[in-house]
């Protein structure tokens, strides 16, 4: 009797133990991080995607994105599902789609920024 109280207690140790691990690492590979797409001012009026230190027209990114507005003016970003503003400074979450941004205000010679969200 006492062998058999001392295994079921080894047992349940051990499944309590491999149950909180696995529970643990679970919780820490389930978290993903949202990329942050910058857009800046390059050239007087004009806006630019910064990616890795490079300014562009076009971007594509792979899940959703966190568009950072570091230009002079609010930016209009337009999509299948409607326009959202970002102010200077602040940023908005986008998912999957297509956008054209654009700086409130523009000339027409002024860069029309398109980003594609897989």
Sequence with gaps: MKLSLIALAAAATICAGAFGTGRALA???????????????HDPGCHWFLVK??????????GSVRLRNLDEDTLKV???????????????????????????RQESDDNHLKLTVR
């Excluded at 230190?53 to 792979?62: D, I, Q």
Aim: no cysteine; hydrophobic share 35%; proline share 2%.
């Design 27 to 41: 919780t820490t590979t389930s978290q993903a991080s949202t990329k942050t797409l910058t857009i800046a001012m």
């Design 53 to 62: 230190g490079k300014y562009t027209k076009t971007a594509t990114v792979t």
């Design 78 to 104: 337009a999509s299948s599902h409607g326009t959202q503003r970002i102010p200077v400074g602040k940023s908005i979450l986008v998912s999957r789609g297509h956008y054209v941004i654009t700086m409130v």
